[in-house]
């Protein structure tokens, strides 16, 4: 089964940056599209930013101008770049393939609090 590793999670104020890196194997990175989701407590998971092997992306309306995910196949990583965080933000982040290859991993927790 394939395993997602997602970190760079943390504290951060309102306004902070953070970029989550999400480890797979590298043949996931080249082949498949490449999600990044969030789940905030008390809420489902949502889809935040996709990039697929044509390196065309989407971004939820929410995050849209602030978030950018992009990926390096040399270090098999997956990144989620996010600017101007808002409180709102926070969530578990965590990444996985589409089709998904594996199951959700443990995630990585972000919380944007003064």
């Known amino acids: 089964q394939v395993q997602f590793e997602e970190s760079g999670g943390g504290l951060v104020q309102p306004g902070g940056s953070l970029r989550l890196s999400c480890k797979a194997p590298t043949n996931i990175i080249k082949s498949f599209t490449m999600d990044w989701w969030r789940q905030a407590p008390g809420k489902e998971r949502e889809l935040v930013a996709r990039r697929n092997t044509a390196d065309f992306t989407y971004y939820a309306d929410a995050v849209k101008g602030r978030f950018t995910i992009s990926r390096d196949t040399n270090n098999a990583l997956v990144y989620l770049q996010m600017d101007s965080l808002k409180p709102e933000d926070t969530a578990v982040y965590y990444c996985?393939?589409?089709?998904?290859?594996?199951?959700w991993g443990q995630g990585t927790q972000v919380t944007v609090s003064s």
């Open positions: 996985n393939s589409v089709p998904q290859q594996g199951p």
